[in-house]
């Protein structure tokens, strides 16, 4: 009877060293394909994110900031080119004069409905890699740690 040959198995390492490179992979290729697909439409990484952020009604920056869990200066940063490009505006608040908004404009909501055509195409492509059951659970998943991440993220700032 032959026999066989001794385990030539690697020893893995712990699940949990092997999560964080792979998330920060994804992050990676993610960001990269996205801001493919922006840069052809004239925009950029988290602009898109922005314009989804803001209503007609008006904002704060620091309210956008915290939904997008960025720093206000960076809200004030991208809202300058959105401004210059006409697609959001700065607006006092009349309710409290010391206060600035900031909101969309009708040009900005044409932009955002072209954004939302791309990010839906870049959806599909990703998840034509994978069977619609698969893809809805790691949609799931996804967004539960998101939620967790984001969270985590707000108690350390």
């Known amino acids: 009877m032959p026999t066989r040959p001794a385990s030539t198995s690697v020893p893995t390492e712990p699940q949990g060293e092997r999560l964080v490179p792979a998330l920060l992979s994804i992050s990676k290729s993610m960001r990269a394909l996205q801001g493919m ?3 052809a439409l ?8 922005l314009l989804m952020a803001i209503d007609t009604k008006g904002e ?27 697609l959001v505006e700065r607006i006092g608040d009349s309710r409290d004069g010391r206060r600035t908004l900031i909101r969309i404009t009708p040009d900005g909501i044409e932009a955002r409905k072209m954004l939302i055509r791309a990010r839906s195409e870049l959806d ?27 969270g985590r993220l707000r108690r350390l700032r």
């Open 37 to 39: 697909k922006l840069a």
């Open 60 to 86: 704060t920056v620091s309210n956008v900031a915290e939904q997008l869990s960025i720093r206000p200066s960076t809200v004030s940063k991208m809202m300058d080119r959105l401004v210059a490009k006409g």
């Open 124 to 150: 599909l492509e990703i998840a034509s890699a994978m069977n619609a059951e698969r893809c809805a659970e790691i949609t799931q998943e996804l967004e539960e740690f998101a939620h967790y991440i984001a």
């Open 42 to 49: 004239g925009f950029h990484n988290g602009q898109d994110e």
